[in-house]
């Protein structure tokens, strides 16, 4: 197909669920997150008292039993019932009924999923059990569960949708890259509407200890788990590990008029880049993540004064924050230093290949809301960092479009631009 000839559909999105950190549902995240309530604490999924890192964005108080089955769980890995919960959410939220859907309605409705780990933890968990002696307790599914793929069909199999299911997994920009496709299939008339997301599941002892030993996470902060996550800080150390879901249906505009769907906004731009400098550093110029945002802006027809708010990628270590910094003057020029943005991860931790849906769930809400979340921990901002990030309190915004932001490992970079409808 030509896509320069062809009619480009309009994409809104309709339903919206979450699994947070610092809130379980959609509300009681955008309430905390507006809020600039923590989600961070010291790790009870073990005992994190041998390692040098004892916090993360850990979502608690989370009743697995309600969405995945207890004799299942044993099959299935942590990031199975985050992602039923937040996109059963999801598509209750957009008034979609399953049950009575026919088989041929149910083959319109494809499943996109970004992860970055996957059923990483639950391999781990197999290797513990198989190594202590204990390979009985093994799951008969290690294999299809270790397999990244199987998660989005788990998602499938609870909604009997039975159009394409499918995973993206490109680090930290997985969620990112998995809108911005599904946005494709509908603009471009392959799919009438999608669900879409990302879900990420890594606190567990050997991955955390994997991030450790790259001197990535944050260990200062152990007595003081909410203050550890801290963009654009001159004192910043390292991220914290996150976890959590946060899912989308995604629509054709006219389709979801028909059937009388609110709409919470509209995804008129992605693009998606690498660097092909380094596994996991940034090259210092930051031209390529400024180009990504450039392209993004592009594909929504729309020049970089008329954003109103930047949802950065945000992670709280010294080299990402100082290049996306660099990136986003790159990119807006002297708009960049009136653009308002915030960092999520402050408040969340880094859920990994999920980070980029938690960013478009939080600028849709903040577009909803004429309401920008603030970056927390911000006490002493770096000089290089020189941004307006809404430090400590929300802010009052009124933004037609706005730009979330995603870097990944590999030297990946990707960006949706959103629209309020």
Same mark, same amino acid.
């Given at each position: 197909?030509?896509?320069?000839?062809?009619?480009?559909?309009?994409?809104?999105?309709?339903?919206?669920?979450?699994?947070?950190?610092?809130?379980?549902?959609?509300?009681?995240? !955008?309430?905390?997150?507006?809020?600039?309530?923590?989600?961070?604490?010291?790790?009870?999924?073990?005992?994190?008292?041998?390692?040098?890192?004892?916090?993360?964005?850990?979502?608690? $108080?989370?009743?697995?039993?309600?969405?995945?089955?207890?004799?299942?769980?044993?099959?299935?890995?942590? /990031?199975?019932?985050?992602?039923?919960?937040?996109?059963?959410?999801?598509?209750?939220?957009?008034?979609?009924?399953?049950?009575?859907?026919?088989?041929?309605?149910?083959?319109?409705?494809?499943?996109?999923?970004?992860?970055?780990?996957?059923?990483?933890? &639950?391999?781990?968990?197999?290797?513990?059990?198989?190594?202590?002696?204990?390979?009985?307790?093994?799951?008969?599914?290690?294999?299809?569960?270790?397999?990244?793929?199987?998660?989005?069909?788990?998602?499938?199999?609870?909604?009997? &949708?039975?159009?394409?299911?499918?995973?993206?997994?490109?680090?930290?920009?997985?969620?990112?890259?998995?809108?911005?496709?599904?946005?494709?299939?509908?603009?471009?008339?392959?799919?009438?509407?999608?669900?879409?997301?990302?879900?990420?599941?890594?606190?567990?002892?050997?991955?955390?200890?994997? &991030?450790?030993?790259?001197?990535?996470?944050?260990?200062? !902060?152990?007595?003081?788990?909410?203050?550890?996550?801290?963009?654009?800080?001159?004192?910043?150390?390292?991220?914290?590990?996150?976890?959590?879901?946060?899912?989308?249906?995604?629509?054709?505009?006219?389709?979801?008029?028909?059937?009388?769907?609110?709409?919470?906004?509209?995804?008129?731009?992605? /693009?998606?880049?690498?660097?092909?400098?380094?596994?996991?550093?940034?090259?210092?110029?930051?031209?390529?993540?400024?180009?990504?945002?450039?392209?993004?802006?592009?594909?929504?027809?729309?020049?970089?004064?008329?954003?109103?708010?930047?949802?950065?990628?945000?992670?709280?270590? $010294?080299?990402?924050?100082?290049?996306?910094?660099?990136?986003?003057?790159?990119?807006?020029?002297?708009? /960049?230093?009136?653009?308002?943005?915030?960092?999520?991860?402050?408040?969340?931790?880094?859920?990994?290949?999920?980070?980029?849906?938690?960013?478009?769930?939080?600028?849709?809400?903040?577009?909803? $809301?004429?309401?920008?979340?603030?970056?927390?921990?911000?006490?002493?901002?770096?000089?290089?960092?020189?941004?307006?990030?809404?430090?400590?309190?929300?802010?009052?915004?009124?933004?037609?479009? /706005?730009?979330?932001?995603?870097?990944?490992?590999?030297?990946?970079?990707?960006?949706?631009?959103?629209?309020?409808?």
């Amino acid at each position: 197909m030509d896509t320069r000839s062809a009619v480009k559909l309009r994409v809104v999105v309709t339903g919206m669920g979450a699994v947070s950190p610092n809130g379980i549902g959609r509300e009681a995240f !955008w309430n905390a997150t507006r809020r600039g309530q923590s989600g961070i604490r010291r790790i009870s999924r073990f005992d994190p008292s041998s390692h040098k890192v004892q916090i993360a964005g850990e979502v608690t $108080d989370f009743d697995e039993s309600l969405f995945v089955a207890p004799k299942e769980r044993q099959h299935v890995s942590r /990031a199975v019932p985050l992602a039923v919960a937040a996109s059963r959410e999801a598509v209750a939220d957009a008034g979609i009924e399953p049950k009575r859907m026919s088989r041929e309605q149910l083959r319109t409705i494809g499943v996109l999923i970004g992860s970055g780990g996957g059923s990483q933890e &639950f391999t781990e968990e197999q290797y513990r059990l198989y190594y202590r002696g204990l390979e009985k307790q093994c799951s008969v599914y290690a294999v299809p569960t270790g397999t990244i793929g199987t998660l989005a069909s788990e998602v499938s199999m609870r909604f009997g &949708f039975r159009g394409p299911s499918h995973i993206i997994s490109t680090g930290c920009t997985s969620s990112t890259d998995a809108l911005g496709n599904a946005f494709h299939n509908i603009q471009w008339g392959i799919s009438p509407w999608m669900l879409a997301g990302g879900v990420d599941a890594p606190i567990a002892p050997l991955i955390v200890r994997g &991030f450790t030993l790259m001197r990535i996470l944050t260990s200062h !902060w152990n007595q003081e788990p909410t203050r550890g996550s801290r963009p654009f800080s001159r004192d910043r150390s390292g991220f914290v590990l996150g976890e959590g879901a946060w899912f989308f249906v995604l629509e054709e505009m006219e389709h979801a008029r028909a059937r009388g769907a609110k709409i919470y906004g509209e995804i008129v731009g992605y /693009a998606s880049t690498c660097e092909a400098y380094h596994r996991v550093r940034l090259e210092e110029c930051g031209e390529e993540p400024a180009h990504t945002m450039t392209l993004a802006m592009e594909e929504a027809g729309i020049g970089p004064e008329q954003i109103g708010y930047i949802n950065y990628h945000g992670t709280a270590t $010294d080299l990402n924050d100082r290049i996306e910094t660099r990136a986003t003057r790159l990119a807006f020029k002297r708009h /960049a230093f009136r653009v308002p943005g915030s960092a999520l991860k402050s408040l969340i931790g880094h859920p990994q290949g999920a980070c980029g849906a938690a960013g478009v769930a939080a600028t849709l809400l903040a577009m909803r $809301d004429g309401v920008a979340p603030p970056t927390i921990n911000l006490d002493d901002p770096d000089p290089e960092c020189d941004l307006d990030y809404i430090p400590d309190e929300a802010r009052q915004i009124d933004c037609e479009y /706005a730009l979330a932001n995603c870097i990944a490992f590999g030297s990946k970079n990707s960006a949706l631009v959103l629209r309020k409808t």
